[in-house]
T-cell receptor
Framework: RKEVEQDPGPFNVPEGATVAFNCTYS??????FFWYRQDCRKEPKLLMS???SGNEDGRFTAQLNRASQYISLLIRDSKLSDSATYLCVVIDRGSTLGRLYFGRGTQLTVWP | GAVVSQHPSRVICKSGTSVKIECRSLDFQATTMFWYRQFPKQSLMLMAT?????????EQGVEKDKFLINHASLTLSTLTVTSAHPEDSSFYICSARDNPNRGSAGNTIYFGEGSWLTVV
């Protein structure tokens, strides 16, 4: 079983739509969680960390459910520039600092 | 802010040759760097953990003799793909973590820009 599972999509939504991505992780000892964004043929860039209490950054809201080992990302009022692949990333407790486990990514296309 | 630089960004090589990819931390020291590989529409897969001054730690299934990693200084790790084959064509990317003792600002993982390798 993979460490991090994501629905690859693709998700095709119109501008202004709300879209949600989900991610599950297999290791209950995982300690840190992130959402990264990766544009085509580019390196991943940190979108936001995910905290146990849930956190929001503008149009983006991240949630963590440790009991279900589930992470989500909600994007409101989608923009064309949100088109990208969104990667769920997990760091395990006790693992080498910086060792990341990536989901395969969820592809989002926002159309006019 | 801290930056990780990777070079070259694109390289084409012939089958059987070797190619070296460099990963540099520009304004911080990285005792540990990570090398990932990403095939089209796939996830980033960790290949190895590069440790300054010691041998790299390879993930299961990654050939040590084929993917040589050298981390000779605190700011440079290199990945050499030896005897490259077309199936080695992929996106290779490195990452490094800033010193966690620098507080929250240092608790950040930085990625290089990635290197596209095409073996013909």
């Amino acid at each position: 079983r993979k460490e991090v599972e994501q629905d690859p999509g693709p998700f095709n939504v119109p501008e202004g739509a709300t879209v949600a991505f989900n991610c599950t992780y297999s290791n209950s000892a995982s300690q840190s969680f992130f959402w990264y964004r990766q544009d085509c043929r580019k390196e991943p860039k940190l979108l936001m960390s995910v905290y146990s209490s849930g956190n929001e950054d503008g149009r983006f809201t991240a949630q963590l459910n440790r009991a279900s080992q589930y992470i989500s990302l909600l994007i409101r009022d989608s923009k064309l520039s949100d088109s990208a692949t969104y990667l769920c990333v997990v760091i395990d407790r006790g693992s080498t600092l910086g060792r990341l486990y990536f989901g395969r990514g969820t592809q989002l296309t926002v159309w006019p | 802010g801290a930056v990780v630089s990777q070079h070259p960004s694109r390289v084409i090589c012939k089958s059987g040759t070797s190619v070296k990819i460099e990963c540099r931390s520009l304004d911080f020291q990285a005792t540990t760097m990570f090398w990932y590989r990403q095939f089209p529409k796939q996830s980033l897969m960790l290949m190895a953990t590069s440790n300054e001054g010691s041998k790299a730690t390879y993930e299961q299934g990654v050939e040590k003799d084929k993917f040589l990693i050298n981390h000779a200084s605190l700011t440079l790790s290199t990945l050499t793909v030896t005897s490259a084959h077309p199936e080695d064509s992929s996106f290779y990317i490195c990452s490094a973590r800033d010193n966690p003792n620098r507080g929250s600002a240092g608790n950040t993982i930085y990625f290089g820009e990635g290197s596209w390798l095409t073996v013909v």
